[in-house]
């Protein structure tokens, strides 16, 4: 296996951990559980082993991440770990969805093509039963393409999502502040990928500091103002102390819509401060990206500053321009 562990937090590259097999990754984080410590190469086997995508292992791979979450870890490892179910919470659903397109597409086609020359092979002639097969196969491929593609692209998603909402329950164990754009931007989705998020999200913002504030990029402001009216009354909390800390001039018009809306008289108090807040990171912000105009020549000539050199100032007497520093002695 060639797929490494995700690194630490500084960044430090990780060894290649061995090869390990799914029943022997699930024994031995059990011994670890166990045991109540888990050996830095073991927890870098079973990471790699993780971040490698298995569509057909989905259930021992979500499996493993939720054992994950039940081992006393130290601060290097929690880091580890944080990064790697991150990294799988971040896989793409559609990533190469047209590679697998186009294997269900050749399969079909080899199917196609060998029932006909099973049912449909006569030897008569044998380059004209070649060709007959070979068209009638690839024309028997498109009708059987289209229905098998779908039913396997819908069931490749709903391993995917399996997985991922694992890994989304595992970030909201191991929180870190690099989680909350994926987090937040999770809980719009529906299924179980929505509830996990929904659920790890409160933990997830609080991990967030005030010098996580970055304005104007992501999209962690829009999308914790979007969940904000349709939250409840402690997720709402949650919402309005990240925006506090991190949120940038975007959510100044969702906060003052929530104010005018909400019929919490704490949660409406709580919301203009934070709009009010917001309303000053945006003046702020829209004046660092104003720049200065140049401003117009003086009318009085007498005024400007820097002056040309007088004509002839380069024939200039050489006795004029170095004197002695003192007068010579006698």
Known sequence: MRDEAGSGSGGARQPKARPIAWRAAEGLLQRAAADGCVADADLQAVLALLLRPNGWRYRARARLIQQLTRLQLSAEQRRTVAAAVLRIAAEDAHADQAGRFARWALLSAAVSLLLVLYFDFSYANRLLDWLYALATGLLGAVPMAVIVAPVAERSEAVRRAAVRAAAIDAVGMVPSPEAAPMVAAACRQRGITGRVARRSLPTVLATLRTEHYRPGEGRLTPDLCRLLPGADAGLQRDILRALERVGDGRGVEAVEAFVARTHSDPLAARAREVA???????????????????????????????????????????????????????
Do not use: F, K
């Open 276 to 330: 009010a807040l917001l309303r000053q990171r945006r003046a702020h912000e829209r004046q660092s990206t104003t720049l200065l105009r140049p401003t117009e020549a003086p009318n009085d000539p007498a005024a400007i500053l820097l002056r040309p050199a007088p004509s002839g100032g380069a024939n200039a007497e050489a006795e004029l321009l170095v004197r002695p520093s003192a007068a010579p002695e006698e």
